[in-house]
C-alpha cells in the first residue's frame, strides 16, 4: 500500500536542516511498516532496533550518552556497519527506553549526519513530559489510518487514476460518481486501518475486516491499563466507551454525565487528554465567532470528541454494513459521517477544523483557510436542509462554503457541493 507520508519522508531526508525523526500516532496506523518500507528504497541499508523485543538494548543507552559510541556499539549487535547519509538506523518501540528517546537530541547537535527515526505507542502522551522528551531536537510527523484516496489506491487502482485526475468544479460523469460512492461506502465499512485494508484486498470478506476490528478495539483497551502513566486506566477506558453515546445524541457535543453520572471535568479531563494525545481521538472545539484566528474564539469547555478511524467507530457502534450499503437512513449515519470527513480533513490545514453552534441549529465544521473562514455542512446522504450553515452563507456570502453529500459535484450559488468521497481533495479543489 502506497502512504503519502513516504513524501513527507522524502522531505525530510533531503532537508540539510533534518533532525532525527520521531513518527507519532496509534498503535497499528503502520509506522513500523513504513519505516521498513522507507529505509529499503530510500537507502543503501538500514537497521532496525526494537526497544520493546530487546531488553538488552537498553543497557547501551543506559550507559553512554555520546552518539558515536552508540552507533559503534548498534554496529556491532545489528552486524551491519552504520555509516552517515546511507544507513538509516530505526529505533522502534521507543517508549520503552526513555534514555533512547533522550539521546537523540545528542545525535541531533553532534552526529547529526546520521539518519534516524523513530517510533512508537502512545508517544504523544510523554509530550506533556519534557523531561523523557527532547523536545526542539527532532522532527514530528503524524501517522494516521489510510484516508480515503490512499484506500481508493489500494483497492480500486484504475477508479483512483479517474479520482486523480478530477478538477475544481468538474463534471463527474454518473458512472464514476456512482463507483465512487460506493467506495465510500466500503470505506465507511473497512475504514483506513492498514491490515483491515490489506484483508479486504486480500479476502474481500467483510466478516474478517469486523474480526480484526474488534481485536484491535480490544488491543488498545488493554493498553490503556499498560501506559496510562499517572493517569486512572479505569477513567480512560469509561471516556473511550462512551464516544459512541456521545456522538448520538442529538448535539454531539461531550457530555461528562455521559460518562457516568454526575461526573465533573476534573474527573475525566486528564483521562481525555491522554486519549487525543495518544491519536486515539480528534477533538473539535466550538468556537464562538466564526473569524480569524479561528483559535482565539476557542470555547475550551465545549468540544466534541471522534475516533481516529471511522471503521473502527463504525464497529464500536455495531453499525450493520447492509444498513451503509443499502443507503437506508440509519440510526448513527450523521455522526459516522461527520466522523470520516473529520478523517480527511484533519493534516489538510494548517489549523485543526472547529465547530459553531448557535440556539438554533449549527456548522459541522469550520475551517480556517488562510484568512478565510469557511462553513462546512456535512450530510450522510442527498438531504439538503442545514439552517444555521445557509443563514450564515446568506448573511456573509463567504469566499468558500462547503457542503459534503452523497450529491453530485457543483456550485450552488455560494455553497459548492462536493460528494463526501472529495473530502481528502477539499484543499486541493478550493
Known amino acids: 500500500m502506497k502512504r503519502k507520508a513516504t513524501e513527507s519522508l522524502l522531505k525530510w531526508k533531503n532537508d540539510e536542516e533534518r533532525k532525527p525523526l520521531i513518527l507519532k500516532g496509534a498503535r497499528q496506523v503502520g509506522k513500523t511498516w513504513l519505516m521498513k518500507a522507507f529505509g529499503e528504497t530510500n537507502y543503501n541499508n538500514f537497521v532496525y532496533f526494537n526497544f520493546d523485543e530487546e531488553d538488552e538494548l537498553k543497557s547501551i543507552f543506559n550507559a553512554n550518552k555520546n552518539p558515536h559510541r552508540i552507533v559503534e556499539l548498534l554496529s556491532m549487535i545489528s552486524g551491519e556497519k552504520i555509516l ?24 541531533n547537535e553532534k552526529a547529526n549526519e546520521y539518519h534516524i527515526i523513530a517510533a512508537g505507542s502512545l508517544l504523544g502522551t510523554l509530550l506533556a513530559s519534557p523531561k523523557s522528551y527532547p523536545v526542539g531536537k527532532v522532527n514530528l510527523l503524524e501517522i494516521a489510518p489510510l484516508t480515503f484516496d490512499e484506500f481508493l489506491e489500494a483497492t480500486e487502482e484504475s477508479l483512483f487514476s479517474y479520482y486523480q485526475s478530477i478538477v475544481k468544479e468538474q463534471q463527474i460523469e454518473d458512472i464514476f460518481h456512482n463507483r465512487l460512492i460506493d467506495a465510500y461506502n466500503n470505506y465507511l465499512i473497512i475504514g483506513g486501518m492498514p491490515e483491515c485494508v490489506y484483508s479486504w484486498i486480500k479476502y474481500k470478506d467483510p466478516a474478517r475486516v469486523a474480526q480484526i476490528q474488534k481485536e484491535l478495539v480490544q488491543l488498545y483497551e488493554n493498553d490503556f491499563s499498560k501506559h496510562n502513566g499517572k493517569v486512572n486506566s479505569g477513567r480512560i477506558l469509561m471516556v473511550f466507551r462512551s464516544i ?105 490545514f494548517e489549523i485543526a477544523p472547529r465547530y459553531y453552534s448557535e440556539r438554533s441549529g449549527e456548522i459541522d465544521f469550520v ?45 450552488d450559488g455560494y455553497i459548492t457541493n462536493m460528494p463526501l468521497y472529495l473530502a481528502n481533495k477539499m484543499k486541493e479543489l478550493l
Not at 544507513?87 to 533512547?100: G, K, N, V
Not at 457516568?260 to 464562538?288: C, P
Not at 482565539?296 to 451503509?324: C, P, R, S, W
Not at 469557511?374 to 468558500?400: L, N, R
Request: proline share 5%; aromatic share 12%.
Open 84 to 107: 552517515p547519509e546511507t544507513t538509516l538506523i530505526i529505533f522502534d518501540e521507543i517508549q520503552e527506553c526513555p534514555e533512547a528517546l533522550n539521546t537523540l537530541k545528542y545525535f
Open 244 to 348: 459512541v453515546t456521545q456522538l448520538a445524541k442529538p448535539n454531539e457535543k461531550f457530555m461528562y454525565g455521559a460518562v457516568r453520572e454526575g461526573a465533573r471535568a476534573r474527573d475525566f479531563e486528564e483521562a481525555i487528554e491522554w486519549l487525543v494525545s495518544a491519536g486515539m481521538l480528534n477533538r473539535v472545539y466550538n468556537v464562538s465567532k466564526l473569524e480569524h484566528p479561528l483559535s482565539a474564539f476557542d470555547k475550551l469547555e465545549q468540544f466534541k470528541l471522534f475516533v481516529f478511524d471511522t471503521g473502527l467507530l463504525k464497529y464500536m457502534a455495531g453499525i450493520d454494513n447492509g444498513a451503509i450499503l443499502l443507503k437506508n437512513d440509519y440510526q448513527f449515519k450523521g455522526p459516522l459521517t461527520e466522523n470520516y470527513v473529520l478523517q480527511q480533513l484533519c493534516g489538510q
Open 367 to 411: 475551517i480556517q483557510y488562510q484568512t478565510n473562514i469557511i462553513p462546512v455542512e456535512t450530510k450522510g446522504g442527498a438531504d439538503k436542509s442545514a439552517p444555521t450553515f445557509k443563514k450564515y452563507v446568506s448573511a456573509h456570502q463567504p469566499e468558500y462554503a462547503v457542503r459534503f453529500s452523497k450529491r453530485g459535484y457543483r456550485k
